[in-house]
Nanobody, 116 residues
Framework: QVQLVESGGGLVQPGGSLRLSCAAS????????MGWYRQAPGKQRELVAR???????VYADSVKGRFTISRDNAKNMVYLQMNSLKPEDTAVYYC??????????WGQGTQVTVSS
């Protein structure tokens, strides 16, 4: 069973930056595509970025040009660099495999709040 631990969230002003980290363990991490998902209050969880084992990336239109996903297969880590943050980026952020397993197993997530 995969274990995922997200960290790096916090309170930041609009226009600011944060770097999220995800530590994964429990299976062969390097062969899986990974994604960062987020869930805002009252909204469904959505995929914001994903990265293949080889490093190719895809972003949601809402974060394209502002967020960068990366991974370190040697350390079983996935990162999300978030720049030019907006209030609408406020959410709990999670990492997980892409596509999700059935049923998906989630970590505790990390809260990102963008507010002045």
């Amino acid at each position: 069973q995969v274990q995922l631990v997200e960290s790096g969230g916090g309170l930041v002003q609009p226009g600011g930056s944060l770097r999220l980290s995800c530590a994964a363990s429990g299976r062969i991490f390097s062969i899986y595509a990974m994604g960062w998902y987020r869930q805002a209050p009252g909204k469904q969880r959505e995929l914001v970025a994903r990265i293949r084992s080889g490093g190719s990336t895809v972003y949601a239109d809402s974060v394209k040009g502002r967020f960068t996903i990366s991974r370190d297969n040697a350390k079983n880590m996935v990162y999300l660099q978030m720049n030019s943050l907006k209030p609408e980026d406020t959410a709990v952020y999670y990492c997980n495999s892409f596509p999700l397993s059935t049923p998906p197993s989630w970590g505790q997530g990390t809260q990102v709040t963008v507010s002045s």
